[in-house]
């Protein structure tokens, strides 16, 4: 059976122990067709195994890897650009030839790999850099040459390893308008990073692991839940108490800056209870709170 174009990749179920150490623990979630999907969590959490049990590098106790609804094969995992978060390249070899050798080693002829090897050299900012050996390069720009090496063969879905790691600034957004083209071209694309509003900027949707388990999985707005319904407040004078009395079902916090509150509509509209905060005191802001990614994060791992 031939792999569609644009699979999806679906992790099921997984579980993996080392010796008394369990690594992973029922670790189940899916990447769909022109998806990003942030992988987050705390080191030892189990990202980087999940992903080398994806490669076929680890085995899983139990489990399986899907690739278009089917359990992945060798033949498929070739197919997938990986690029893990220790280096994997060559470093002596000179970026251009270690490239080309690359895109060959995966059945592209020589004028294709050197197609592809200007293709990405350029693109990600490095193409004077291909007569370089790659010790020679400063972090960033190896962590560009990883990625185009986990680029070379139009792989069917793609792999990443903290790829943001010691990258500076414009690095990141080489790197990150790369991953979004990939995404837009129906490749799923799976990363893990501590970079957490990056991801946040980045992922469609995210998925949270903690201690071998999978806690929280969805989109940002998903994992806002609730926290939709909290408003910030910000009123000329003091919110009288009898406004609290008269309002029982929406919860008001004052916040350490003075005049400041955090509102909880609960089941409320807006509208409606800006208009009683409004005949109470003169309000100068309300406006919807969304908290970041770093913020539900933390709330997620104490639970």
């Known amino acids: 059976m031939s792999t569609p174009a644009h699979p999806s990749l679906d992790v099921i179920d997984l579980h993996k122990s080392f010796g008394s150490l369990t690594a992973l623990n029922g670790v189940t979630f899916s990447v769909r067709p022109g998806e990003i999907f942030g992988f987050v969590g705390s080191n030892g959490a189990g990202k980087t195994t999940t992903m080398r049990i994806i490669l076929g590098v680890l085995q899983a106790d139990s489990g399986e890897v899907h690739c278009a609804g089917t359990p992945i094969t060798t033949a498929v995992r070739k197919r997938i650009g990986y690029m893990p978060e220790e280096r994997g390249l060559y470093p002596k070899m000179k970026v251009g030839d270690q490239l080309a050798y690359l895109a060959r080693l995966h059945g592209c002829s020589t004028a294709e790999a050197t197609e592809l090897t200007q293709k990405w050299t350029e693109r990600l900012g ?3 850099r291909r007569d370089d050996v790659v010790e020679k390069l400063s972090l960033g720009n190896q962590q560009r040459v990883q990625l185009a090496a986990a680029l070379m063969h139009n792989p069917l879905v793609l792999v990443l390893d903290e790829p943001f790691s010691g990258l500076d600034p414009i690095a990141v957004d080489v ?18 990073s501590h970079q957490l509003d990056l ?3 980045l992922s469609t949707r995210v998925g949270i692991i903690k201690a071998g388990q999978m806690i929280a999985v969805g989109t940002v707005d998903d994992l806002r839940g609730n926290a939709h319904r909290q408003f910030l407040l910000r009123t000329a004078t003091p919110l009288p108490d009898s406004w609290h009395s008269a309002t029982p079902e929406v919860a008001v916090t004052a916040l350490p ?4 509150y955090l509102v909880d509509l609960g089941d409320q509209l807006p509208e409606r209870v800006l208009t009683d905060i409004v005949s109470s005191t003169p309000v100068i802001e309300f406006t919807q709170r969304r908290p970041r990614l770093s913020e539900l994060y933390k709330e997620v791992i104490s639970q």
């Open 175 to 192: 790197m990150s308008s790369v991953l979004t083209e990939i995404a837009d071209s129906g490749v799923p694309v799976l990363f893990s």
């Open 126 to 128: 490095i193409a004077d």
């Open 257 to 260: 800056e003075p005049l400041h």
């Open 199 to 201: 991801v946040e900027q």
